[in-house]
């Protein structure tokens, strides 16, 4: 006789996590459709912080150049979420002032006010990283990179995307799975690494639902490898 198959329904106080569709279905995010190209820029953005922090962090000022990269497509990032069909004027596709001038119009609640000087100190980093640019950089030294933090994470904050697939685009990952030392990764190693602003947000919110599941699913892993 065939023995009886034994289901082990899955325990109360661990329900099964979302599918990928119920997330697309309850965010305002299309990463494969019609914010392709937004996700695209969030993606890159984050890898671009993360090479900027380690250079800064270790004393090469190239890492000026990376961190305006970061922050210029981040901006297009929110810009191409708005604006799928976004194209710059002529000239100014790496104008941080102007980018950001149309980010803002589409994101009233946005203010870079206060980093303004960040903000010409990124462009002109980037604008003087040839030697016959004709532009010369500012002076500039490392430690400036807690002001890169405060911009990048003030940004990153007005993320317009919903629901859970919000902390799964970008590089809130990298600073979550770094804060809660569920990753060994070099881009989240460097992007949480003495980075203040970052800090400063996370502990003053509650975690993410679902990024309390990765913590609990990395948890399990390591109690049944031990």
């Not at 990376?66 to 191409?80: N, T």
């Not at 069909?85 to 149309?102: E, Q, Y």
């Not at 990048?152 to 979550?176: C, E, K």
Request: proline share 8%; hydrophobic share 35%.
């Amino acid at each position: 006789m065939a023995a009886p198959i034994i289901s082990h329904p899955e325990p109360m106080s661990e329900p099964n996590p979302p599918s990928y569709a119920t997330l697309l279905s309850t965010s305002n995010f299309d990463p494969h459709g019609r914010d392709r190209n937004a996700g695209y820029f969030f993606k890159q953005s984050a890898e671009d912080y993360a090479a900027a922090r380690c250079c800064l962090l270790n004393g090469l000022f190239p890492g000026f150049v990376m961190a305006e990269q970061a922050v210029e497509k981040l901006i297009k990032g929110f810009i191409f979420f708005m604006d799928p069909s976004f194209k710059p004027k002529k000239g100014k596709g790496h104008d941080l002032p102007s980018l950001a001038a149309v980010m803002c119009s589409h994101y009233g609640h946005v203010s870079l006010a206060p980093y303004e000087k960040t903000i010409e100190l990124l462009q002109s980093s980037y604008d003087g990283r040839y030697p016959d640019s004709g532009t010369y950089s500012q002076a500039h030294m490392t430690a400036q990179l807690r002001d890169v933090d405060e911009l990048y994470i003030y940004l990153l904050d007005q993320s317009p995307i919903t629901g859970d697939l919000r902390y799964q685009v970008g590089a809130w990952p990298h600073l979550y799975t770094a804060y809660l030392g569920i990753t060994n990764m070099p881009d989240p190693k460097w992007t949480m690494f003495d980075n203040l602003a970052a800090r400063r947000l996370l502990m003053g919110r509650p975690i993410p639902a679902n990024v309390q599941r990765w913590k609990d699913a990395h948890d399990r892993s390591a109690d049944a490898s031990s």
